[in-house]
T-cell receptor, first 111, second 117 residues
Framework: GESVGLHLPTLSVQEGDNSIINCAYS??????FIWYKQESGKGPQFIID?????DKRQGQRVTVLLNKTVKHLSLQIAATQPGDSAVYFC??????????FGKGTKLSVKP | DTGVSQNPRHKITKRGQNVTFRCDPI?????LYWYRQTLGQGPEFLTY????????KSRLLSDRFSAERPKGSFSTLEIQRTEQGDSAMYLC???????????????FGPGTRLTVL
């Protein structure tokens, strides 16, 4: 069946280091992938997205990599800051329909 | 604030009661989505609208759940005869018309936290 999963449920990094959050997906028909950040008590906040015809996309301090061969998605955060502490979700979708989310990775940034 | 808004933010109810939540999407967005999120899990899709038309419903949307978007703007989600298993965060998201891109980003509201006692 369709699923989006994560390799690690928690990740702890030192402030200033780079963070890498991984995600595996199973539906090769998905054509759109998104990373969301969710802080406690808040709704998911859009970070960055990538379409299936791309391998890499960069934003401000964030980079998303897509490896369609092994159905793997990653989010890289450069110079991680305390404000980056949150749960990060990857999600996959097709067209304008619903998104399928994974369980999330909790990122903790140590000062 | 021009983002997605949801009301109420918190709702505590007794089992068997009916509850209704409201979502106001970003004004120019014509798609509106409802998701449910339980503790420690990612959001799960419930249903979505394009304008006033309800285009897709998840198997999670039992007969006790109903969603409407009568004028293609705000939407309501009603749960009848609530059960303790309905306790969750109910999230609303909206996205644009799709004319500018194959897929439009879904922007989420803050959610409504439902607790059924």
């Amino acid at each position: 069946g369709e699923s989006v999963g994560l390799h690690l449920p928690t990740l702890s990094v030192q402030e200033g280091d780079n963070s890498i959050i991984n995600c595996a997906y199973s539906n090769s028909a998905s054509d759109y992938f998104i990373w969301y950040k969710q802080e406690s008590g808040k709704g998911p906040q859009f970070i960055i997205d990538i379409r299936s015809n791309m391998d890499k996309r960069q934003g401000q301090r964030v980079t998303v990599l897509l490896n369609k061969t092994v159905k793997h998605l990653s989010l890289q955060i450069a110079a991680t800051q305390p404000g980056d502490s949150a749960v990060y979700f990857c999600a996959e979708g097709r067209g304008q329909g619903n998104l399928i989310f994974g369980k999330g990775t909790k990122l903790s940034v140590k000062p | 604030d021009t983002g997605v808004s949801q009301n109420p933010r918190h709702k505590i109810t007794k089992r068997g009661q009916n509850v209704t939540f409201r979502c106001d999407p970003i004004s120019e967005h014509n798609r509106l989505y409802w998701y449910r999120q339980t503790l420690g899990q990612g959001p799960e899709f419930l249903t979505y609208f394009q304008n006033e038309a309800q285009l897709e419903k998840s198997r999670l949307l039992s007969d006790r759940f109903s969603a409407e978007r009568p004028k293609g703007s705000f939407s309501t989600l009603e749960i009848q005869r609530t059960e303790q298993g309905d306790s969750a965060m109910y999230l609303c998201a909206s996205s644009g018309s799709g004319l500018a891109a194959p897929t439009d980003t879904q922007y989420f509201g803050p959610g409504t936290r439902l607790t059924v006692l």
